[in-house]
């Protein structure tokens, strides 16, 4: 996978993940694959390589214990929002029109004029109060992902997402995840990383200007991509992020980090150690959490397969506790 940038790579190691657990078929893979590789024999060839056995059924993405109803929804009692205690299948659990929040749809510029198709959700509180930059999966703006951007909103805090493929239409246009996975797989990281920037101007003049940074998988890895970087963020929480080649760039970071992580995800967090060695080195606070029991993608109520409402929970009231703490 030599001629793959960091991005198609790791979109095509979900994607085995994802066969090997019995979630797709052999076709529906090399279809992915080859989306991505942008043919069918470079797939071959690169599928060749890959351990398509099945996996141990104690490795795989169904949630381990997950709670009832019943107990998870009993879990915590909070003021703000939080994951629904089962899969919602359409994504909403904080509608648009609820009293605590304002929805909008700003438009947010990339350096090249593009529309990156802004998603943002404000409390309704008065003053301004600290942002946070939600960064969606590897599917683009879903709704679940707006409803974590009105989640954020509702526990006092404004939130902004862009659609990293939105100069292709974005997931409203790309509705085939394996398509929607080929066109953000041709982003270099310096592409995301600008638009992430313009998102932070943006946000910046939204809020009190102290910021902070949310994202899951995908969006999870492009969080350390702005940790790395060493972006103008006082908080970033990435969940289950792939490690980023030049994570050694991490040392150099002034943001506060908690890292989320999922027992069972073991490609992910095998990487722990060493994104934790960086932390020290930059002096910052942070903390590492692995979530027993629970695989990847364990946080998205949408994903029937991988949604552990119990744990889901706990790694959401820690996120935004670490927010309320580090954003003030």
């Known amino acids: ?5 960091e991005t198609q790579r790791y979109f095509i190691e979900e994607h085995v ?19 991505i590789a942008g043919s069918s024999a470079v797939a071959s060839t690169i599928l060749a390589a890959c351990d398509l056995s099945p996996r141990p059924a ?47 749809k700003p438009e947010v ?65 790309l509705t085939d995840s394996a398509a929607y996975n080929a066109e953000l797989g041709k982003r270099s990281i310096a592409d995301k990383l600008s638009d992430h920037n313009a998102m932070i101007t943006y946000l910046r003049g939204q809020s009190t200007g102290v910021l902070g940074v949310v994202g899951f998988c995908f969006g999870g890895g492009e969080v350390w991509n702005l940790v790395a970087a060493a972006a103008d963020l006082k908080a970033a929480v990435p969940f289950y992020g792939p490690q980023p080649a030049n994570f050694a760039d991490i040392a150099k970071t002034k943001s506060a980090v908690s890292a989320v992580y999922a027992e069972l995800d073991t490609r992910i967090t095998g990487t722990g150690p060493q994104m934790e060695e960086q932390l020290k080195k930059a002096g910052v606070p ?31 009231v820690a996120t935004i506790e670490w927010f309320r703490k580090y954003l003030a």
């Open 1 to 5: 996978m030599e001629h793959l940038n």
């Open 17 to 35: 993940e994802d066969f090997r657990d019995g979630f797709i078929s052999r076709r529906e893979l090399i279809r992915r694959v080859s989306l």
């Open 58 to 104: 104690g490795s795989s993405g169904a949630p381990t214990g997950a709670a009832s109803p019943t107990a998870s929804a009993a879990l915590v009692a909070q003021p703000y929002a939080t994951p629904p205690p089962a899969p919602v299948p359409d994504g909403i659990t904080v509608k648009e029109n609820d009293p605590r929040i304002t929805v909008s």
């Open 109 to 173: 510029k990339g350096a090249d004029g593009a529309n990156l198709m802004a998603y943002m959700a404000k409390p309704n509180v008065s003053g301004k109060v600290p942002g946070v930059v939600v960064i969606h999966e590897n599917r683009g703006q879903t709704e679940h992902i707006r409803d974590v951007v009105r989640r954020v909103a509702t526990a006092g805090l404004v939130a902004v997402n862009i659609d990293l493929a939105a100069r292709a239409g974005g997931a409203d246009k």
């Open 286 to 316: 942070y903390q590492i959490t692995v979530y027993p029991g629970v695989n990847h993608a364990f946080h998205n109520d949408t994903n029937a397969d991988r949604y552990n409402a119990a744990q889901a929970q706990k790694a959401w």
